[in-house]
Each structure stands twice: as structure tokens, then as C-alpha cells.
């Protein structure tokens, strides 16, 4: 069964730095593509990023371009999202989601979610 | 960047009843196009890939239809547990975009 548990998110400061986590287990990880998308409360899906199979490309939303870098390492089985400069508009749910190839594509299974809160 | 649009954003609907929901992209996507489901407090649910693809799993009550710039997603007899909002994402190309919503209730 493929499981995507995300961890990391906390309550920050304006303009302070975050690095969230999503491992993976009962998925063969470095097949596939991964994506981060935010729901900020009661809002809409927000896509945010996704990084190809071997870490090789990786695309961002103009939103949080320059500020946040996604990376994975195949070895552990892990997503992560590095976020900088974060904004009180940067406050929502991350949630990680797998797709079914290796460059793009939809999300098929997605985590549980970790809360990010921009406050001071 | 292609903008995803969805309409309506909110509607409600008798069970039993047959509901449409449209997305539009504002250039082509050939078939590019998945729709999720979110239940409140839930995690979101692929539910159709490809435009109109069911996911492993999900009723057939559910169906997609579309290509190009024009999708839509239909639930044949509505049910009480589609209670959710409904989404649409366009994957043909970087920014893999979310339509704004579509929340579905019951009358």
C-alpha cells in the first residue's frame, strides 16, 4: 500500500525558513514524480511544485518561486520542500502527492498533510 | 499561463439528480486533465485522469468528458456521500494548475 506521510510543519515567524518532509513507503520512489500542493484554510488546491524522478528538473508556482527549492533523496525515499522568506500568505496545508510517471503528471495518491502557519 | 476556470462554483442538487460540472482551460490541453474529489476535513481523491479515465476504484456513477479547452465532469445520479468540492487540474505542462472549485450539496 502506498503511503506518503509529510512532517515539518510548524508555526514560523514572518520571513523565517521552514523544511518539510513527506516519506514514501510501498512504492518503488525513484520511479516517480512528485508533487507539493497547499490548501490555505478554507481556500482551493494550490499546486506549488514538482521534481522528476531523479531530481534532474524541477518546476515551481510563480508564487513561491525564488523562495522555496524541492529536492527528494531516492536512497530514503523522501520529498522534501525547503521554504525561505516565508509570507503570512504562505500559510496553509502542504500536502505531497505521488504521480503515476517519471516528468509529470496528475496525483494519484497524496499524504495526510502537514500545517505550515506564517505568523508573528 | 494557462488559466483553468470552473463553473459553477457552487451548486446543489437532489439526490438522484444528474450533475455537470464545467472546466476550462484558456488554451488547449488535449486531454491533459484530472479531476479530484474533496470531502470536507479529507484528504483530496484522484478521480479521473486523462479527461475522462476513471480512476481504479471509483463509482461509475462519475464520468469526464472534453478536450482541448473544454472538460466536463458528470455525476449520472448524485449520491449523499458526493458531498465534496471537485477540482480540476491541468497536467500537459508546468504550472500543473488547479481550477478554483466546484463545491457540491445536497437540496
Known amino acids: 500500500e502506498v503511503q506518503l506521510v509529510e512532517s515539518g510543519g510548524a508555526v514560523v515567524q514572518p520571513g523565517g525558513s521552514l523544511r518539510l518532509s513527506c516519506a514514501a513507503s510501498g512504492l518503488a520512489f525513484d520511479n516517480y514524480a512528485m508533487h507539493w500542493v497547499r490548501q490555505a484554510p478554507g481556500k482551493g488546491l494550490e499546486w506549488v511544485s514538482l521534481i522528476t524522478w531523479d531530481g534532474g528538473t524541477t518546476y515551481y508556482a510563480d508564487s513561491v518561486k525564488g523562495r522555496f527549492t524541492i529536492s527528494r533523496d531516492n536512497n530514503l525515499g523522501s520529498l522534501y520542500l525547503q521554504m525561505n522568506s516565508l509570507r503570512p500568505e504562505d500559510t496553509a496545508l502542504y500536502y505531497c502527492?505521488?504521480?503515476?510517471?517519471?516528468?509529470?503528471?496528475?496525483?494519484?495518491?497524496w499524504g495526510q498533510g502537514t500545517l505550515v502557519t506564517v505568523s508573528s | 499561463d494557462i488559466q483553468m476556470t470552473q463553473s459553477p462554483s457552487s451548486l446543489s442538487a437532489s439526490v438522484g439528480d444528474r450533475v455537470t460540472i464545467t472546466c476550462r482551460a484558456s488554451q488547449g490541453i488535449s486531454n491533459f486533465l484530472a479531476w479530484y474529489q474533496q470531502k470536507p476535513g479529507k484528504v483530496p481523491k484522484l478521480l479521473i485522469y486523462s479527461a475522462s479515465t476513471l480512476q481504479l476504484g471509483v463509482p461509475s456513477r462519475f464520468s469526464g468528458s472534453g478536450s482541448g479547452t473544454d472538460f466536463t465532469l458528470t455525476i449520472i445520479s448524485l449520491q449523499p456521500e458526493d458531498v465534496a468540492t471537485y477540482y480540476c487540474q491541468k497536467y500537459y505542462s508546468a504550472p500543473f494548475t488547479f481550477g478554483p472549485g466546484t463545491k457540491v450539496d445536497i437540496k
Open positions: 502527492a505521488k504521480t503515476p510517471g517519471g516528468y509529470t503528471g496528475y496525483a494519484d495518491y
